[in-house]
């Protein structure tokens, strides 16, 4: 061979090299780089201006737009007085929990002048998710949506819409929110229930001062819209409705559904719904309209928020109707109805893969409770507990502590059932009010399949839960009202296409099952998404071991991680 052809051949072969990598081969992950600068901002709703902690100074705050297999970067700068994490919600972290972001939890705070870099990849996830202040009550108005597309070349497994939306759901007070729940804690009360709901930011035309705070999407007659529906209230659970429209549930807390047609659809707050809505009415203009579910003797706050659903070409002086058929506020049934409806695709590419044995069985009573406290208003505080135990957060981060092996922090005996056994759900109990205070976790072996039934009871009132399990999606096999009965209710659990999700409904006066595989060491926050219950201490915390291989234990902190 001549010199010439031998280059022709190096040529070939380096062409052929390149046409490889860049059809054959995966396409190299992507690096989205964020900055996100907490300050204090002016914000007016209402007939009100408040000065109020936000992302960039937007309510709600930047959407993180990644695609599936991505790596994300986060800086987050902390301007503003008080200290500051972030939890990039449903993202599951693999040995990556210094990522995950509840203080005192995986992190210490990141203080006032400081920085950290939350540096995670988006592996095996694709959908709406979203990230919020995970820190006093400060994600009221620090939350924004997280958008993670599929790998590219991956269609949608339903019809590609002609164009999305972000809805996100919220929850205003006049009053600074973290003055709200220090009134709450220091007379031992329940905080004050917010002022209005909101629609991305916004309380919409039936509230007053509204001219400018209105969201509108425009749409153009005969479009699919994908509506990405986020509920980031702090302590409502939500219906959502279009006053005209039906939608179909395609997708939850980022996992695909089997499609079904709703004319309301109910989130807790943690929950989000994808929905497609085809522009197919009398073009007009429509209410999108969002009001609270609440079927227990507690103040909740009831205003409707709206948003206008804007067909092309209509003037904006038409006055929109409302839905006509939203569910009460009270409508226990129509949720029930709902949830039952929802499924896993369960599909080739996208399986439901369902413990189908189980480890480990977890009973855990979810109580609210009164203990005393000297300095309140009543010699009492509202209290609130899992297996009678009020949640105690330390003082350094469970996650710093585990890893450093440092001892005194947390104990690991969380109980695996109810110190005692009673009617759950019965009459209201008078008795055994108070609770036990602690730092325990529980430890669950590497890759261990776990069943936990979330029992709900009647201790001073029964009230729906949502719980959020951090770094895990779980399969809900089973809910019902009542006391759960193992004899009998595990023969009547969905095995087959249950759904995934990472926030699940413990219904008043019922119960919840999930199943997850401990997959992910570290350790793994799960509490109620009302923030005012997870202020009661209703949350612990899982330490999932490390495995013996590699690629199973948890990767080591960042160099940034904060310090307490
Ligand atoms: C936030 O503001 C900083 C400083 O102006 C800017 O560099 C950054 O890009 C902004 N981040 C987002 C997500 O908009
Ligand atoms: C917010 O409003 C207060 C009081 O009106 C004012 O002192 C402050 O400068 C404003 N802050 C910003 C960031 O605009
Ligand atoms: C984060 O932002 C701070 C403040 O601007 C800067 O000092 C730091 O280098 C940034 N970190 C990363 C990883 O970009
Ligand atoms: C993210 O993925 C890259 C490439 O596989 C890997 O090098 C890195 O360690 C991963 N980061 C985390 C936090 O898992
Ligand atoms: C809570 O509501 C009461 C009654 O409306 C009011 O007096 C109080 O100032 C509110 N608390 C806060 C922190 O806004
Ligand atoms: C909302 O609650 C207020 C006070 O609790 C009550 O006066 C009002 O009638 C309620 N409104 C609706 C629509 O239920
Ligand atoms: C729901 O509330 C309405 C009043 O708003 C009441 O008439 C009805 O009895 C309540 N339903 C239930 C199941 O509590
Ligand atoms: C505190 O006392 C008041 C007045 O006796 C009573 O109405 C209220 O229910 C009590 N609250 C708690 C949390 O015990
Ligand atoms: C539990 O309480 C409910 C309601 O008070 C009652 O109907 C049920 O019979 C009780 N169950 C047991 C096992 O006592
Ligand atoms: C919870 O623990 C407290 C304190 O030990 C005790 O007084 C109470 O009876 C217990 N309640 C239940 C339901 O186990
Ligand atoms: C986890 O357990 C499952 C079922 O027993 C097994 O198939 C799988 O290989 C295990 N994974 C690891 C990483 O050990
Ligand atoms: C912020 O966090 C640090 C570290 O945990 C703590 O020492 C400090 O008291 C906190 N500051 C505030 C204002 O809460």
């Given at each position: 061979m001549d010199m010439a052809s031998s280059r022709h051949v190096l040529l070939r072969l380096l062409v052929s090299a390149l046409v490889l990598a860049l059809f054959v081969l995966p396409a190299q992950a992507d690096v989205k780089r964020y900055q996100f600068d907490i300050v204090m901002s002016n914000v007016s709703r209402l007939c009100h201006e408040k000065t109020m902690v936000t992302v960039n100074g937007s309510y709600p705050g930047p959407t993180i737009y990644a695609r599936e297999g991505d790596r994300v970067i986060v800086n987050v700068t902390n301007h503003v007085k008080y200290n500051m994490t972030i939890h990039w919600h449903g993202l599951k972290q693999r040995r990556n929990g210094w990522a995950d972001g509840p203080a005192y939890v995986t992190q210490c705070p990141i203080q006032s002048g400081a920085s950290y870099a939350y540096d995670f990849n988006v592996t095996g996830q694709r959908g709406t998710l979203w990230w919020h202040a995970h820190i006093a009550w400060l994600r009221a108005t620090v939350h924004g949506a997280i958008v993670i597309l599929p790998d590219r070349g991956v269609p949608y497994p339903?019809?590609?819409?002609?164009?999305?939306a972000e809805i996100?759901?919220?929850?205003?007070?006049h009053a600074d929110v973290e003055a709200v729940e220090k009134q709450g804690r220091t007379l031992g009360?329940?905080?004050?229930?917010?002022?209005?709901?909101?629609?991305?930011?916004?309380?919409?035309?039936?509230?007053?001062?509204?001219?400018?705070?209105?969201?509108?999407?425009?749409?153009?007659?005969?479009?699919?819209?994908l509506l990405r529906i986020i509920n980031a209230a702090v302590n409502d659970e939500l219906f959502f409705s279009i006053a005209g429209h039906t939608m179909m549930?395609?997708?939850?807390?980022?996992?695909?559904?089997?499609?079904?047609?709703?004319?309301?659809?109910?989130?807790?707050?943690?929950?989000?719904?994808?929905?497609?809505?085809?522009?197919?009415?009398?073009?007009?203009?429509?209410?999108?309209?969002v009001k609270p579910?609440?079927?227990?003797?507690?103040?909740?706050?009831?205003?409707?928020?709206?948003?206008?659903l804007q067909y092309a070409g209509v003037p904006t002086s038409v006055i929109p109707a409302l839905p006509q058929l939203m569910p009460a506020t009270n409508s226990t049934g129509y949720v029930t109805a709902f949830h039952d409806r929802l499924r896993s695709l369960n599909s080739a590419r996208y399986p439901a893969d369902v413990p189908r044995t189980v480890d480990r069985h977890l009973l855990y009573t979810i109580g609210l409770n009164i203990d005393p406290c000297e300095t309140c208003l009543n010699g009492s505080r509202l209290a609130a507990s899992l297996n009678n135990i009020t949640f105690v957060m330390p003082r350094v981060a469970l996650l710093q502590a585990h890893y450093g092996g440092a001892r005194g922090v947390f104990t690991a005996d969380f109980p695996d059932r109810p110190p005692a056994r009673f009617?759950?759900?019965?009459v209201p109990l008078t008795a055994g009010l108070g609770t036990s205070l602690g730092t325990r976790l529980s430890k669950i072996a590497y890759n261990s399949t776990v069943e936990l039934v979330l029992q709900d009871t009647n201790l001073l009132s029964v009230e729906s839960h949502p719980f959020h399990l951090h770094g895990h999606n779980f399969f809900v096999v089973g809910?019902?009202?009542?006391?759960?009965?193992?004899?009998?209710?595990?023969?009547k659990y969905n095995l087959v296409d249950p759904p995934e999700r990472n926030t699940v409904g413990v219904p008043a006066g019922g119960w919840t099952a999930i199943r997850f595989r401990a997959d992910n060491p570290g350790v793994w926050f799960l509490h109620c998404h009302l923030e005012v219950h997870t202020s009661w201490g209703l949350k612990m915390a899982f330490l999932m071991e490390d495995g013996n291989g590699p690629g199973e234990s948890v990767l080591p902190p960042p160099k940034d991680l904060p310090k307490c």
């Open positions: 339903f019809p590609k819409p002609d164009a999305e996100i759901l919220g929850e205003w007070w009360m329940a905080p004050n229930t917010s002022d209005a709901h909101t629609i991305n930011g916004k309380p919409g035309p039936l509230s007053p001062c509204s001219e400018k705070h209105t969201y509108a999407l425009q749409v153009q007659w005969g479009k699919t819209y549930v395609v997708e939850i807390d980022a996992t695909y559904t089997k499609p079904f047609v709703s004319s309301t659809i109910q989130l807790s707050p943690g929950q989000t719904t994808n929905v497609l809505v085809r522009a197919d009415q009398r073009p007009g203009r429509y209410f999108m309209a579910f609440n079927d227990v003797q507690v103040p909740v706050d009831n205003k409707t928020a709206t948003a206008i009617n759950y759900t019965g809910r019902g009202v009542g006391n759960f009965d193992p004899s009998k209710d595990p023969a």
